[in-house]
């Protein structure tokens, strides 16, 4: 990945608060970008060198306190409480300087990007110590502000660099992605700027001189298809949308690798069927089970509609005023499309309709029990959800 689409790929990393670790040989300008970054973005850097750091340079140095415990151990002769007090020596840990640094830039309303450089360098106990870092904002007893980014950078585990490799756990706690040299980037954001007409026309003819070969070393060999990745996904993908295709397969593949990366964009291409389609009448299971994908299809849509279905769902589409005779005759009508699709589902996927049914009725009982008034087949397909909703009303 070329430095101009990594640029747009930690923004929306950024954006998403989805911590990102850099990969990249030395020398390409990772930090240099970062630091262009997050100016642009109006955020404060904050570079640590984690190769160069010690455990107590993250979470502080120990510090003695006092504490007191207070014990009630009876009334006096005015029926007042007589108070035990207890005092302990305990320790507390100070807060290393730049820690609070973050936090007087947080108070001034100015947002702090984290930049953990040289981390494949750092010595295990500081790795660990970022553990808690990366997820929850913490070291030890410290709360970093929720305003806080965190980006990481390193060299691959090649035989050119003398670093530690990650371990699974360390690895599910990022996206990674690789950052190379392009001679076109380079030239357009540097050599145009900076450089001599001779040295740009040089590297636009032979651009392998930016950088002799390496190692060569796969970043799709630490990229782990977890849960948390998945999470991480969700994140990017409510910030990226699904237009910028490029960008969003570069974000995608960092958190959940390229294989399920290009599967979930490729699902973007299909014409899914929409829970408003179902509700509006314009289309039902058998039509849906016509297509080549439509067991694909109705698997999404139910599962639209056992997350997403609310009352405020059947009552869109309408100007009537809520209450109205006209209203309640729109809201019925969407009902019965609801409830003829549930019918439907019964002998395609008879499990979802009980899965949907459960769902519908810890959210909207009263849907879930006009669904049994009005359909005997649904009635008799969640029997056993029928003695719960009579405990709710």
């Known amino acids: ?3 101009k689409l990594g640029q747009k790929v930690v923004r929306a990393f950024i954006e998403a608060d989805v911590p990102l670790h850099l990969w990249g040989f030395a020398g390409i300008g990772k930090s240099t970008f970062l630091e262009d970054l997050a100016r642009e973005m109006g955020y404060h850097l904050m570079d640590l060198r984690l190769a160069t750091q010690e455990v107590s340079d993250l979470i502080g140095v120990p510090k003695v306190v ?13 029926d007042n409480p007589v108070v035990k007090i207890e005092r302990y020596l305990a320790t507390k840990w100070a807060a290393p300087d730049w820690v609070i640094e973050v936090y007087e830039k947080a108070a001034q309303g100015i947002p702090t990007l984290l930049f953990l450089d040289e981390m494949d360098r750092a010595v295990r106990e500081v790795i660990q110590a970022s553990y808690q870092l990366t997820l929850k904002k913490m070291l030890h007893e410290h ?6 980014r965190i980006v990481a950078a390193g060299n691959p585990p090649t035989d050119e660099y003398m670093v ?8 599910t706690r990022w996206g990674h992605v690789m950052i190379d040299v392009d001679a076109d980037v380079w030239l357009e954001q540097f050599g145009s700027k900076h450089c001599h007409g001779d040295i740009n026309g040089f590297i636009a003819t032979n651009p392998k001189a930016l950088r002799r ?13 977890t849960p948390r990745g998945i999470e991480f996904m969700d994140r990017l993908y409510k910030v990226i949308g699904p237009n910028d295709k490029t960008l969003l397969r ?14 979930f964009i490729d699902s973007l ?7 408003e389609d179902i509700l509006s009448g314009k289309i039902t299971v058998p039509d849906i089970l016509q297509d080549a994908d439509g067991n694909l299809k109705l698997t999404r849509l139910a599962y639209d509609a056992m997350h997403s279905l609310s009352a405020e769902h059947l009552e869109l589409g309408t100007k009537a005023k809520k209450g109205s005779a006209e209203f309640k005759r729109h809201r019925n ?4 499309n609801f409830i003829r699709f549930m019918e439907d589902m019964c002998s395609a996927k008879k499990d979802l309709v009980v899965a949907i049914a459960k769902t519908i009725g810890t959210k909207e009982p009263v849907l879930l029990r006009a669904m049994i008034l009005k359909s005997k087949q649904l009635s008799k397909t969640i029997a056993g959800l029928t003695a719960d909703l009579n405990r709710m009303f």
């Open 269 to 275: 291409d299909k014409d899914w069927v929409r829970l």
């Open 333 to 336: 009508e969407r009902e019965d």
């Open 164 to 171: 530690d490799t990650f371990d699974v756990s360390m690895c």
């Open 1 to 3: 990945m070329n430095i």
């Open 66 to 78: 006092e504490k007191e415990i207070k014990t009630i151990t009876g009334r006096d002769e005015n």
């Open 143 to 148: 709360q970093l502000p929720n305003t806080l």
């Open 213 to 225: 070969e390496s190692a060569k070393w796969d970043v799709n060999t630490i990229r782990t298809n």
């Open 250 to 263: 570069a974000c995608l593949s960092a958190v959940v690798g390229s294989a399920t990366a290009t599967q």
